[in-house]
């Protein structure tokens, strides 16, 4: 070969080198591990009675369907283990299942386990079963123009449909935690669903440990703006659902959002922060003298005012240095939160 200059005797030698070093390279878990998307894998957790098990496929991982529980469809995971087998983890209220096996052309075998149960089992793969709704990614600014990102989940069936924002615990939360269960019921009962990853969670920008729940409320508000704007939404048909910390988030949205006309909470709170949490710590110090429950509430109290302001946390601990060693504080079991835990910002 004549090579008239040293640069392109160089570019060729990279570029073989390059060729080289890419061949030498392993698949990679994402190309290797076979999507579930569209496709439909099916068959019983042994030993007899089985329970079946459907998988499927959705933008946000493994679906999976346990028809002898009714509808009830729980979103999980899927990823390559050290060994080549492909380990299925599927969340659901009651625990985690686990599926490990291999695929092979038409049939997954393994093995499951959930909690202390466990046993083989053999999937094979079925028809591509069409979902029943369809989904969009979206993104939107949230409060303080936060980058958020999300789905919508809408009914294949045309019309007006009345819409849902599915509000996050407390944590770190995406558009596949807890509220992906029921979003998927409400789908299929005609409901066009918005869920997205909390601030710092997933796709999303932020720090959910520095946000209040005026904030979170605020992305709520963008949430609700977006989905109301959709063809196929409602918009006089608006409601919010979601567990725990978004009773709180869901108050403040609808207290102000007066196009908001339904709320659907679980294990969500009726009071404010505060009160909540001094019931766990009085409960435990029931068939006390009330001298003893009025020095538990100046803690608490103080506690309360250190998370609202910020200020106080040496009158706090020079409380709890003069209880310490009471027999009562022990029974409280009270341990303040540090002064700059991310709770303090939240519930300030």
């Excluded at 939107?140 to 849902?164: D, E, I, N």
């Excluded at 979601?242 to 006309?261: D, K, L, N």
Aim: aromatic share 6%; charged share 20%; with cysteine.
């Amino acid at each position: 070969m004549n090579v008239r200059s040293p640069q392109i005797f160089l570019s060729l030698i990279t570029v073989a080198l390059a060729a080289i070093f890419l061949c030498l390279i392993p698949p990679s878990v994402a190309e290797s591990m076979p999507s579930l998307a569209g496709e439909q894998w099916s068959g019983e957790l042994a030993p007899a009675p089985g329970l079946e098990i459907i998988l499927g496929g959705n933008g946000d991982g493994v679906v999976a369907e346990f028809p002898q529980l009714g509808q009830a469809v729980y979103t999980g995971a899927m990823r390559s283990a050290a060994d080549g087998a492909t380990e299925i983890v599927i969340p659901t209220p009651i625990g985690e299942m686990a599926l490990r096996g291999k695929f092979a052309g038409q049939t997954f075998e393994g093995s499951w386990q959930f909690g202390k149960r466990n046993g083989p089992c053999v999937l094979r793969r079925g028809e591509a079963v069409e979902q029943p709704w369809l989904e969009a990614p979206v993104e939107f600014r949230g409060a303080g123009g936060v980058r958020l990102s999300g789905v919508v989940l809408s009914p294949r069936a045309a019309g007006k449909h009345p819409a849902f924002i599915g509000i996050h615990g407390s944590g770190a939360e995406t558009r596949a935690g807890q509220n992906r269960f029921l979003a998927e019921r409400l789908v299929r009962e005609g409901a066009v669903i918005l869920l997205f990853d909390k601030r710092g969670s997933g796709r999303s920008e932020g720090d959910w440990r520095k946000a209040t729940l005026e904030e979170l409320a605020g992305d709520v508000d963008e949430a609700l703006q977006l989905v109301s704007k959709r063809a196929e939404v409602d918009a006089n048909r608006l409601g919010l659902f979601g567990a725990s910390q978004a009773g709180w988030v869901a108050a403040i949205v609808a207290a102000r959002r007066p196009e908001v006309h339904f709320l659907m909470m679980r294990s969500a709170p009726l009071t404010t922060v505060a009160e909540e949490g001094n019931y766990d710590y009085l409960q435990k110090l029931k068939g006390q003298p009330p001298a003893v429950l009025d020095r538990a509430k100046h803690i608490l109290a103080l506690e309360a005012e250190v998370t609202r302001t910020g200020k106080g946390i040496e009158a706090l601990a020079a409380e709890i240095a003069l209880a310490h060693d009471e027999a009562w504080f022990k029974q409280m079991d009270f341990s303040p939160l540090p002064a700059e835990h991310p709770s303090r910002t939240t519930y300030r």
